[in-house]
């Protein structure tokens, strides 16, 4: 972990790799590189967020999702500027994005990885100025090299995951990610161009008294759910809901929280992406200390068989998390 590599927080992201790499002497640098593509994909993203509501780029494009969900321009441009950044930095054979139906073939074959990804979660958000993010979660691909990717390559399951995080961009642009070992948060720092380390080695609190959920389906939810959330109103805990996952889900990283998105009668399944939601983020949780679950076992244990499923999900701190299986 970064506390091991006796890493200094400032030292930017472009050093953060190389240094953790060289700790892994069989390391080829292609994950390096592929991190490396998805931080500069975020800074150009970054870019087009800061300026949306001065280019007429902000709000609905008219179009919508493979979700049935209205697209809004920015995501049009994060996923094609992700997309991008991942073809041209050569390491990714093809990616899955929550704004396409099928996997997207980025045409270097030769490139040992594929990347599931939201690009633009929370992007109703946008034209009011609340915090989005993209999530992203990386695999080794399975299919031969040299040829096509595959659906198996996407459908390995949440513990098949080489490296997942996110970049929140809100009052400061942050990224979020994790190899495994440890999971560290880099500061983007605009008159220099970097993220810079600016949390090493986060570890979520074991408990908290922050509970995210959207309160207006209490009704809708299963029992266990309203009986946790009168617990917490009981004990006066705190609600925190901005309706952007990332920025949840980072607040109470820091500060010791849970996030739920139950199945309701709308949406039985739950809301949240499997492949380029639930999964990344569970990894994140767990590497940080915290748990993930879907109502009955890990997250990362369901085995996955479609591209765009949903999940029910429980996130956060531990201790939070057993509490709602309890009731
Ligand atoms: P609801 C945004 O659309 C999103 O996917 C997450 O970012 C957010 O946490 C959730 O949906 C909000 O959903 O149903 O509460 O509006």
Excluded: W
């Excluded at 991942?86 to 045409?107: F, P, R, W, Y």
């Excluded at 949440?158 to 942050?174: D, E, F, P």
């Excluded at 109470?252 to 709308?266: A, E, Q």
Aim: hydrophobic share 35%; with cysteine.
């Amino acid at each position: 972990t970064a506390q091991e590599l006796a890493l200094p927080v400032g030292v930017t992201l472009d050093r953060f790799i190389m240094l953790s790499q060289s700790a892994f002497p069989y390391a080829t640098g292609e994950l390096s590189q592929l991190l490396r593509d998805i931080a500069l994909a975020g800074k150009i993203i970054n870019r087009e967020i800061n300026r949306a509501g001065l280019v007429d780029i902000a709000g609905g494009n008219g179009t919508d999702n493979v979700q049935g969900e209205n697209q809004q321009k920015l995501d049009i441009i994060a996923n094609i500027r992700f997309i991008r950044a991942l073809k041209n930095g050569g390491e990714v054979c093809a990616i899955l994005s929550e704004e396409d139906e099928d996997i997207i073939h980025t045409g270097n074959d030769h490139g040992k990885y594929v990347v599931a990804m939201d690009p633009l979660d929370g992007s109703s958000n946008i034209d009011v100025n609340v915090s989005i993010g993209t999530i992203f979660s990386i695999y080794r691909r399975v299919s031969p090299i040299d040829g096509p990717a595959t659906r198996e390559d996407f459908l390995q399951g949440g513990r098949k995951q080489v490296a997942a995080g996110y970049i929140l961009y809100g009052s400061s642009t942050m990224l979020v990610y994790s190899t495994g070992d440890g999971v560290n948060g880099f500061t983007y720092d605009h008159s220099l161009g970097e993220f810079i380390l600016s949390h090493k080695n986060i570890c979520s609190p074991q408990n908290g008294t922050i509970y995210s959920v959207n309160d207006g389906y209490i009704n809708d939810y299963p029992a266990f759910v309203q009986q946790y959330l009168t617990k917490c109103k009981e004990k006066s805990c705190t609600a925190r809901y901005i309706g952007s996952l990332v920025a949840d889900f980072h607040r109470n990283l820091l500060r010791g929280g849970v996030y739920l998105y139950p199945s309701t009668k709308k949406t039985p399944e739950g809301k949240l992406r499997l492949l380029y939601e639930c999964y990344p983020l569970a990894f994140i949780a767990e590497k940080s200390g915290g748990k993930a679950i879907d109502g009955f076992g890990a997250i990362l244990d369901i085995i996955p068989t479609s591209f765009h499923q949903r999940s029910p999900i429980y996130l956060g701190s531990s201790t939070m998390v057993d509490d709602v299986m309890k009731c």
